[in-house]
């Protein structure tokens, strides 16, 4: 069973650029027709998709965040990083990581990782 697990700073200041890891265990990042997703959730707010990292290496951002967002994988096939750049309060969430079939169909999440913008 494929688990999930994200990691990160749970302050970060305005401006800077958020980074959070997503670490898989029980399945690799190169398995075929899986896409590995970062959603968040915001206080009061729905889930919002933020990106995406096919098994090819190939991204999808949504285009609200697409300017500021970056997601990449490591070598080793085990962990998904994003990157999140000139945070505002405004992107105060719990992340998450998923992983699904598609990229709109998640099977697997991660617990998830309060993240607070705050100077």
């Known amino acids: 069973q494929v688990q999930l697990r994200e990691s990160g700073p749970g302050l970060v200041k305005p401006s800077q650029t958020l980074s959070l890891t997503c670490t898989i265990s029980?399945?690799?990042?190169?398995?075929?027709?899986?896409?590995w997703s970062w959603i968040r959730q915001a206080p009061g707010k729905n889930l919002e998709w933020m990106g995406a990292?096919?098994?090819?290496?190939?991204?999808y951002y949504n285009s609200s965040l697409k300017s500021r967002t970056s997601i990449s994988r490591d070598t080793s096939g085990t962990q998904f990083t994003l990157q999140l750049s000139d945070v505002t309060p405004e992107d105060t969430a719990t992340y998450f990581c998923?992983?699904?079939?598609?990229?709109?169909?998640?099977?697997?999440w991660g617990q998830g990782t309060q993240v607070t913008v705050s100077p």
């Open positions: 029980g399945g690799s990042i190169t398995a075929s027709g899986i896409c």
């Open positions: 990292l096919v098994y090819t290496g190939k991204t």
């Open positions: 998923a992983r699904g079939g598609s990229c709109s169909r998640f099977e697997s």
